[in-house]
């Protein structure tokens, strides 16, 4: 896909994260827009994925560790073809296959439960290990919030992935700089976070717009290219990004649109896409 591609695609993904909110009167939006273009760039561009085969031994692997940013996660899924984006509305739904938080037991294209923050890097770095022990060639890719950083168990997990040279591994940042109780600068600050990995072994790279495809490209691109360490990305973003009174408010982090909501949010979206539509 060309830039161009990516960003429309990307404008729906955020369509989907908004509409799945809405219908479930729950959830996570700021998050899941902050990286709605991470997820594009992943599932269009960078993952050897296969929908037809979501199962294939040899694919590489995506750890959500941010499980409640699922509807963003859910909504690249459906563009790439993996259900259809209709099943969006079913968001927290019981029955359906699209929880609160990603289920590999559920949701097509899923390789790991997720939801309790700090965990998910650490299925991920075993992930890592397990192809390198077996000699396999995929890559593990992992998506933590700024917020999620916090924890420890996140530290114990990059020690690790440092320690073993886990090359096959990219761990990616949402830096929106806010989590549910606020400023994560304020809350308990983890800054700075480059600095951090890098002590652990990390080869960095930090992402001062992980809006601009120019630049995620040239960030994955770059992590490809790194032999003997594991890969952070550190990825400046704005939570809430692409619905006007939602970006950079924390408030946004985890509650649903309503009715007269969902209709501005879906009219910023449409505006966006019909100007890249004029590109």
Request: proline share 4%; with cysteine; net charge negative.
């Amino acid at each position: 896909m060309n830039n161009l591609e990516l960003q429309k695609t990307a404008n729906e993904v955020r369509k989907g994260i908004i509409t799945g909110v809405h219908a479930a009167k729950a959830g996570h939006p700021g998050g899941s827009l902050s990286a709605a273009d991470i997820f594009t760039y992943l599932y269009f561009e960078e993952l050897n994925v296969d929908p037809k085969n979501p199962k294939d031994p040899d694919r590489d692997r995506f750890v959500l560790s941010k499980g409640h940013t699922a509807p963003g996660q859910y909504a690249a899924l459906a563009l790439r073809g993996y259900f259809p984006i209709e099943d969006m509305v079913t968001l927290r739904h019981i029955g359906s296959h699209l929880q609160g938080h990603p289920s590999m037991h559920l949701t097509p294209g899923v390789d790991m439960s997720t939801g309790s923050l700090g965990q998910g890097i650490s299925a991920a770095v075993g992930m890592a290990l397990g192809a390198k022990m077996q000699g396999k060639d995929f890559r593990v890719y992992t998506l933590l919030g700024d917020g999620e950083i916090q924890e420890g168990q996140v530290w114990e997990a990059a020690m690790l992935a440092g320690f073993r040279k886990l090359d096959n591994l990219v761990v990616i940042v949402d830096n929106n700089g806010l989590q549910i109780d606020g400023s994560i600068a304020e809350v308990n600050s983890p800054y700075p976070i480059d600095k951090k990995f890098e002590a652990f072994n990390f080869h960095v790279i930090n992402l001062d717009d992980a809006h601009d495809f120019d630049k995620i490209r040239a960030a994955f691109h770059e992590a490809k290219t790194v032999t003997g360490k594991p890969v952070a990305i550190i990825a400046k973003s704005v939570k809430g990004k692409g619905v006007s009174f939602m970006e950079n408010q924390v408030s946004w982090h985890g509650k649903a649109p309503d009715d007269e909501q969902f209709a501005v949010a879906m009219a910023d979206l449409e505006r966006i896409g019909e100007e890249l539509c004029q590109k």
